[in-house]
T-cell receptor
Framework: GGIITQTPKFLIGQEGQKLTLKCQQNFNHDTMYWYRQDSGKGLRLIYY???????QKGDLSEGYDASREKKSSFSLTVTSAQKNEMAVFLC?????????FGPGTRLTVL | GDSVTQTEGQVTVSESKSLIINCTYS????????LFWYVRYPGEGLQLLLKVITAGQKGSSRGFEATYNKEATSFHLQKASVQESDSAVYYCALSGSNYNVLYFGSGTKLTVEP
C-alpha cells in the first residue's frame, strides 16, 4: 500500500498573495494530479503530470502554476489569491486509470 | 466535451431500504468511456468504489452495483439494502479519450437514517 500526504492541511492567505500547496506520494505512481473542489460541487482538474518535469493543463489552470521536480512530489502554486476564495485542493496519483486521493488542503483567503 | 451529471445533491434513505443514485454522462471524445464511482466517507479521503470499462457490464463492490448502459448513457449506483455505514458522498466520473483525465459529477450526499 501507499499514502498521499498533502501539506498544509489548512491554508489561510491574504488577497494577492502567492500560496504554495505540496503533495507527496509513496505509491511510486507515474501520474499525479491537482484538483479544486468548491463547496457542493465536483472536482475540477487544475494540472496533471505524467512523469517527472512534465506538466499538463487541466480545465482550471488559469491562476495556478505547478511543479513536478521529482516523481514522488507535485506542488501547486496559487499565483494571486482571490479575496473570499474558499476551496479544497485535492492531490491524486495514478498508475493508470484509477486515481488515489490525498486528504486535501482547505484554502481560505481573507 | 465530456461531462457527468448527478441530479440529486442529497438523498436520505432509511436503513435496510433500497437505493438508486442517478448518473448520466456525455462522452464526445470517445464512444466508450471508462466509468467510475468514487466515495468519500466522513473524515476520510476520496476513494474508488467501483469501475466498469466495458459497455453492458456491471461493476460491484461493498454491496453496491452499477451497470454501464451505453444506450441510456447512464451508470446509476444501486444497493438493495443500505446501512448507516453507507452514509457518504458518492461521485460518478468518467475518463474519455485521455485516460489520464477524469470528469466528475457534482456528488450525491447519502444519509442513511436508523
Amino acid at each position: 500500500g501507499g499514502i498521499i500526504t498533502q501539506t498544509p492541511k489548512f491554508l489561510i492567505g491574504q488577497e494577492g498573495q502567492k500560496l504554495t500547496l505540496k503533495c507527496q506520494q509513496n505509491f511510486n505512481h507515474d501520474t499525479m494530479y491537482w484538483y479544486r473542489q468548491d463547496s457542493g460541487k465536483g472536482l475540477r482538474l487544475i494540472y496533471y503530470s505524467i512523469t517527472e518535469n512534465d506538466l499538463q493543463k487541466g480545465d482550471l489552470s488559469e491562476g495556478y502554476d505547478a511543479s513536478r521536480e521529482k516523481k514522488s512530489s507535485f506542488s501547486l502554486t496559487v499565483t494571486s489569491a482571490q479575496k473570499n476564495e474558499m476551496a479544497v485542493f485535492l492531490c491524486a496519483s495514478s498508475p493508470r486509470g484509477e486515481q488515489y486521493f490525498g486528504p486535501g488542503t482547505r484554502l481560505t483567503v481573507l | 466535451g465530456d461531462s457527468v451529471t448527478q441530479t440529486e445533491g442529497q438523498v436520505t434513505v432509511s436503513e435496510s431500504k433500497s437505493l438508486i443514485i442517478n448518473c448520466t454522462y456525455s462522452a464526445t471524445s470517445i464512444g466508450y468511456p471508462n466509468l467510475f464511482w468514487y466515495v468519500r466517507y466522513p473524515g476520510e479521503g476520496l476513494q474508488l468504489l467501483l469501475k466498469v470499462i466495458t459497455a453492458g457490464q456491471k461493476g460491484s463492490s461493498r454491496g453496491f452495483e452499477a451497470t454501464y448502459n451505453k444506450e441510456a448513457t447512464s451508470f446509476h449506483l444501486q444497493k438493495a439494502s443500505v446501512q448507516e455505514s453507507d452514509s457518504a458522498v458518492y461521485y460518478c466520473a468518467l475518463s474519455g479519450s485521455n485516460y489520464n483525465v477524469l470528469y466528475f459529477g457534482s456528488g450525491t450526499k447519502l444519509t442513511v437514517e436508523p
